[in-house]
């Protein structure tokens, strides 16, 4: 049995860190994959690839098991429903099943100190979230059409995944987050119980000893703030704020707590 985690705020070096570990336990044909989930989500490409991903994977036999931990929302809910099986935690956070975008209006601010953008652009909407400046009806009519387009994918892959309609999705798919508990209630987890929990469950659907142990694949890189006092928080702080920043104003399966 392989073992992957997804831990902290899904970008592009969690995303080729994951599909590298998910090419290795189809090379060694595992016959099945415990997938630790520990993640307010993230960007939604890299999302979706790794859920396609792990589709691939199950098409080839393997069976996959996800486990929520300490919070498996947003995006971490779309990899998981990738999943044949959801194991959370009663205490687990989950849901946020929505999609978000923002920009930074500074306009007021700027005028205050001084500053004035001076703006050539190729098309009207080439600086659509420009810090300068309001958005104006016609771009917030369309950045919201590209968010409805978001979110109906993101309600599709649920539906799919845990085999609801649309409608009952919708009914709880409003960036609202419960926990695992009141998750299983919903249908968007299958049992309630711990990773070894999920460990067992695994074992079982690949008809493999009870007590086989799991091969951890793909280990993130530790960083330099994990080593200093209070470094893990720090690192999730960190995390967060990159993930903010480099993706300001593109659209995130991301919980904001």
């Given at each position: 049995?392989?073992?992957?985690?997804?831990e902290g705020?899904?970008a592009?070096?969690?995303?080729?860190?994951?599909?590298k570990?998910?090419?290795?336990?189809?090379k060694?044909?595992?016959?099945?994959l415990?997938?630790r989930?520990?993640?307010?989500?993230?960007?939604?490409?890299?999302?979706?690839?790794?859920?396609?991903?792990?589709?691939?994977?199950?098409?080839?036999?393997?069976?996959?098991?996800?486990?929520?931990?300490n919070?498996?929302?947003?995006?971490?809910?779309?990899?998981?429903?990738?999943?044949?099986?959801?194991?959370?935690?009663?205490?687990?956070?989950?849901?946020?099943?929505?999609v978000?975008?923002?920009?930074?209006?500074?306009?007021?601010?700027?005028?205050?100190?001084?500053?004035?953008?001076?703006?050539?652009?190729?098309?009207?909407?080439?600086?659509?979230?420009?810090?300068?400046?309001?958005?104006?009806?016609?771009?917030?009519?369309?950045?919201?059409?590209?968010?409805?387009?978001?979110?109906a994918q993101?309600?599709?892959?649920?539906?799919?995944?845990?085999?609801?309609?649309?409608?009952?999705?919708?009914?709880?798919?409003?960036?609202?987050?419960?926990?695992?508990?009141?998750?299983?209630?919903?249908?968007?987890?299958d049992?309630?119980?711990?990773?070894?929990?999920?460990?067992?469950?695994?074992?079982?659907?690949?008809?493999?000893?009870?007590?086989?142990?799991?091969?951890?694949?793909?280990?993130?890189?530790?960083?330099?703030?994990?080593?200093?006092?209070?470094?893990?928080l720090l690192?999730?702080?960190?995390?967060?704020?990159?993930?903010?920043?480099?993706?300001?104003g593109?659209a995130?399966?991301?919980?904001?707590?």
């Open positions: 049995m392989a073992r992957i985690t997804i705020a899904i592009s070096g969690t995303r080729k860190r994951v599909l570990a998910l090419r290795d336990v189809e060694r044909e595992f016959p099945a415990l997938l989930i520990d993640s307010p989500g993230g960007t939604v490409g890299d999302s979706q690839e790794i859920h396609a991903a792990l589709l691939r994977l199950r098409e080839k036999g393997c069976h996959v098991v996800a486990s929520f931990g919070i498996s929302a947003s995006g971490g809910v779309y990899i998981g429903v990738a999943a044949e099986k959801i194991v959370s935690n009663p205490g687990t956070i989950t849901g946020s099943i929505g978000i975008l923002r920009g930074n209006n500074l306009s007021k601010l700027l005028e205050r100190v001084g500053i004035r953008f001076e703006t050539v652009k190729s098309g009207a909407f080439k600086d659509i979230l420009s810090p300068d400046r309001a958005l104006s009806a016609e771009e917030r009519n369309l950045l919201q059409a590209l968010i409805d387009s978001s979110y993101f309600v599709e892959a649920v539906a799919t995944g845990r085999d609801l309609s649309p409608e009952t999705v919708r009914t709880f798919a409003d960036g609202r987050v419960f926990s695992g508990a009141q998750a299983k209630e919903l249908g968007l987890v049992e309630l119980g711990d990773e070894e929990r999920a460990r067992v469950l695994a074992a079982e659907l690949a008809d493999l000893d009870e007590d086989c142990k799991p091969i951890t694949l793909g280990k993130p890189k530790k960083k330099l703030l994990a080593n200093l006092p209070g470094g893990a690192g999730r702080v960190a995390e967060m704020l990159e993930t903010e920043l480099s993706h300001s593109q995130l399966w991301l919980y904001r707590p």
